[in-house]
């Protein structure tokens, strides 16, 4: 799957500059990405009938972007195999529960997910790498998930 | 709500043993630490228990007792899934009756019988969890198979000597199409069928003499060929996993021949080594192990006054063919999921006993149906990691009334008998 970026958001915008958001509309896109700003904020693209078709796929676009977490990564449960991969390789886990380390799955409520009933359950989502505002660009669990139940959206 | 820890997983042969179980009334609410596979064993076999054919327990031992004393061949099948104690009392009534003891590994899941018999010294998972930098993963997927395989012991844990755990270790899969545990190796190999030995000879003949083999016929480039080598030239400790996708073809022998070769290359050229069947159910090494120590063969055993032979004709599925077998005892595994139909259909022709924890297309025909506690789960037993270590399971749910454990039921009929 192709990661959503900057520019493919940008091309959508006005590309005007008009800044009644605050931002340039570049600008616009990074904070649009980070879930820093809402789509709405763009005021021309709601009132203007020439940016209805952009609109759309923008829309079309972001979906990803909104049903993923504040992390922006997309857990799938249904895919997950409960291999337990992603929890064993998460470096915020490991530092947390040094035992994870050791390949053993975590059975406290500290560390960021574990494995309960053969699927990811995630504990603290803020304990993340990826959670904002500092947002590292860790990309560890998706990479290391058998079965495609992990997405990074962004 | 009451916490259990450190249950030992029977959803597959690895028998992970960081389980926490959360019971409430004698029930199971919580499974922490267990794939999909442990899960769906824990949580769904109850839902789906055998129920006696009989009134009662001894009833049905009866019945079984007259159905194998009145055979004058018959058939013990499965053991795959049982603990070490019902194997070995299952050899002694085949030998006591003169029958044909077979388990499914002898079919479908040949890697583990002939792993086993050609004897290689072998290290243990922790091992490989401490100190292998090179894993390879022959004819196997692990995704799909042993799904905490590489994040328990052997890719991602961080061990003594490899500290960094993933960062340190290099992967090689090689099997005969793209699978997702190639996802996670740095070197894919995907062989045409007839390609293994050739590529596994080169492999070899690299390691013995150092030297850049020829790799006509192989699907591999020099350049990928030269970055694998040069993995291979930096390892201290290669592990060998062989999985299922070889079946029980002319050439499976063949192939196991060459990849022990290999392994003693290995260990030859000053580097540690290991080779482990992944054996997928619970047992299924036990099943190879046990006969093989007691008889010299490690399935399709058949007894005649006493006397074990083994040829290829004493397995259950040719026996069951040339209607050679007259009844059959099958215990804790399902025939139709492991035999070809052609001969499984030949168990509606004969008397049927099952003795297993849930129900299943053989229990349907069965003539007579014995339920057990749930292995691992009502009760306990010792039984084969995939490395060869002997492992206690850890019961955690009583079992209902009149339900008693494999070994229990199957010592009872020896004793009938």
Same mark, same amino acid.
């Given at each position: 799957?192709?990661?959503?970026?900057?520019?493919?958001?940008?091309?959508?915008?006005p590309?005007?500059?008009c800044?009644?958001?605050?931002?340039?509309?570049?600008?616009?896109?990074?904070?649009?990405?980070?879930?820093?700003?809402?789509?709405?904020?763009?005021?021309?693209?709601?009132?203007d009938?020439?940016?209805?078709? #952009?609109?759309?796929?923008?829309?079309?676009?972001?979906?990803?972007?909104?049903?993923?977490?504040?992390?922006?990564?997309?857990?799938?449960?249904?895919?997950?195999?409960?291999?337990?991969?992603?929890?064993?390789?998460?470096?915020?886990?490991v530092?947390?529960?040094?035992?994870?380390?050791r390949?053993?799955?975590?059975?406290? #409520?500290?560390?960021?997910?574990?494995?309960?009933?053969?699927?990811?359950k995630?504990?603290?989502?803020?304990?993340?790498?990826?959670?904002?505002?500092?947002?590292?660009n860790?990309?560890?669990?998706?990479?290391?998930?058998?079965?495609?139940?992990?997405?990074?959206?962004a | 709500?009451?916490?259990?820890?450190?249950?030992?997983? =029977?959803?597959?042969?690895?028998?992970?043993?960081?389980?926490?179980?959360?019971?409430k009334?004698?029930?199971?609410?919580e499974?922490?630490?267990?794939?999909?596979?442990?899960?769906?064993r824990?949580?769904?076999?109850?839902?789906?228990?055998?129920?006696?054919?009989?009134?009662?327990?001894?009833?049905?031992?009866?019945?079984a007792?007259?159905?194998?004393? +009145?055979?004058?061949?018959?058939?013990? @099948?499965?053991?795959? +899934?049982?603990?070490?104690?019902?194997?070995?009392?299952?050899?002694?009534?085949?030998?006591?009756?003169?029958?044909?003891?077979?388990?499914?590994?002898?079919?479908?899941?040949?890697?583990?019988?002939?792993? @086993?018999? !050609?004897?290689?010294?072998?290290?243990?998972?922790?091992?490989?969890?401490?100190?292998?930098?090179?894993?390879?993963?022959?004819?196997?997927?692990?995704?799909?198979?042993?799904?905490?395989?590489?994040?328990?012991?052997?890719?991602y844990?961080?061990?003594?000597?490899?500290?960094?755990g993933r960062? $340190?270790?290099?992967?090689?899969?090689?099997? !005969?199409?793209? *699978?997702? *545990?190639?996802?996670?190796?740095?070197?894919?190999?995907?062989?045409?069928p007839?390609?293994?030995?050739?590529?596994l000879? &080169?492999? &070899?003949?690299?390691?013995?003499?150092?030297?850049?083999?020829?790799? %006509?016929?192989?699907?591999? =480039?020099?350049?990928?060929?030269? /970055?694998?080598?040069?993995? /291979?030239?930096? $390892?201290m400790?290669?592990?060998?996993?062989?999985?299922?996708?070889?079946?029980?073809?002319?050439?499976?022998?063949?192939?196991?021949?060459?990849?022990?070769?290999?392994?003693?290359?290995?260990? %030859?050229?000053?580097r540690?080594?290991?080779?482990?069947?992944?054996?997928e159910?619970?047992?299924?090494?036990?099943?190879?192990?046990?006969?093989?120590?007691?008889?010299?063969?490690?399935?399709?055993? %058949?007894?005649?006054?006493?006397?074990?032979?083994?040829?290829?004709? =004493? +397995?259950? $599925?040719?026996?069951?063919?040339?209607?050679?077998?007259?009844?059959?005892?099958?215990?804790?595994?399902?025939? !139709? =999921?492991?035999?070809? &139909?052609?001969?499984?259909?030949r168990?509606?022709?004969?008397?049927v006993? @099952?003795?297993g924890?849930?129900?299943?297309?053989?229990?349907?025909?069965?003539k007579?149906? /014995?339920?057990?506690?749930?292995?691992?789960?009502?009760?306990?037993?010792?039984?084969? &990691?995939?490395?060869?270590?002997?492992?206690?399971?850890?019961?955690? /749910?009583?079992?209902?009334?009149?339900?008693?454990?494999?070994?229990?039921?199957?010592?009872?009929?020896l004793?009938?008998?």
């Open positions: 799957m192709v990661k959503l970026n900057p520019m493919q958001i940008f091309k959508l915008l590309k005007t500059n800044k009644e958001c605050g931002y340039t509309c570049m600008a616009f896109a990074v904070k649009l990405l980070q879930r820093e700003v809402e789509l709405e904020d763009c005021k021309p693209l709601f009132t009938s020439k940016y209805e078709a #952009n609109l759309k796929k923008l829309q079309e676009l972001l979906k990803p972007l909104y049903e993923a977490a504040e992390t922006l990564i997309k857990i799938d449960e249904e895919k997950c195999v409960g291999c337990g991969n992603c929890i064993i390789a998460c470096p915020a886990n530092s947390i529960d040094p035992q994870v380390g390949g053993i799955n975590p059975v406290n #409520n500290e560390v960021v997910f574990t494995v309960v009933n053969g699927k990811i995630v504990l603290n989502i803020e304990k993340c790498r990826r959670y904002p505002p500092h947002r590292m860790c990309r560890i669990c998706e990479e290391v998930c058998f079965s495609e139940a992990i997405k990074v959206v | 709500m009451k916490e259990i820890e450190r249950i030992v997983c =029977t959803g597959c042969a690895l028998t992970c043993n960081d389980l926490v179980v959360n019971l009334d004698n029930e199971v609410v499974v922490w630490g267990s794939c999909s596979h442990g899960t769906k824990i949580k769904e076999l109850i839902m789906e228990k055998l129920t006696c054919s009989e009134k009662d327990l001894d009833l049905a031992l009866e019945k007792k007259d159905i194998l004393a +009145s055979a004058k061949k018959p058939l013990i @099948y499965g053991f795959s +899934s049982s603990v070490n104690k019902s194997i070995k009392i299952g050899l002694k009534i085949a030998e006591k009756l003169n029958g044909v003891f077979d388990s499914p590994p002898s079919i479908c899941h040949l890697h583990v019988p002939l792993a @086993y018999e !050609y004897e290689i010294e072998n290290a243990k998972l922790e091992d490989v969890l401490e100190k292998s930098d090179f894993i390879m993963y022959f004819f196997a997927n692990i995704a799909d198979t042993h799904l905490r395989h590489a994040s328990r012991y052997a890719i844990p961080r061990g003594e000597v490899i500290k960094s960062e $340190s270790r290099i992967v090689l899969a090689v099997d !005969y199409l793209e *699978n997702e *545990n190639m996802k996670i190796a740095q070197h894919k190999v995907i062989l045409s007839g390609k293994e030995v050739e590529f000879k &080169r492999l &070899r003949e690299f390691i013995s003499t150092g030297q850049v083999p020829s790799l %006509e016929g192989l699907p591999l =480039t020099l350049e990928s060929w030269l /970055i694998l080598q040069n993995d /291979i030239k930096n $390892s400790f290669i592990s060998a996993f062989a999985g299922p996708h070889i079946l029980a073809n002319i050439t499976a022998r063949e192939i196991y021949r060459e990849l022990i070769s290999l392994i003693k290359t290995i260990s %030859e050229s000053g540690e080594s290991c080779l482990m069947p992944l054996a159910d619970l047992n299924s090494l036990g099943a190879s192990i046990i006969p093989y120590k007691q008889f010299g063969a490690s399935h399709a055993i %058949e007894f005649s006054d006493g006397n074990p032979i083994h040829n290829s004709t =004493t +397995s259950a $599925s040719s026996k069951l063919l040339r209607e050679e077998v007259d009844a059959a005892l099958i215990v804790g595994s399902d025939p !139709y =999921t492991h035999l070809p &139909r052609t001969t499984a259909k168990f509606k022709e004969i008397p006993i @099952y003795i924890e849930r129900k299943t297309m053989i229990s349907k025909i069965a007579v149906n /014995i339920p057990i506690a749930a292995i691992g789960i009502e009760a306990g037993g010792k039984v084969f &990691r995939i490395d060869g270590e002997e492992v206690e399971l850890t019961p955690f /749910i009583k079992p209902q009334e009149e339900v008693e454990p494999e070994q229990v039921v199957l010592e009872k009929i004793a009938k008998l």
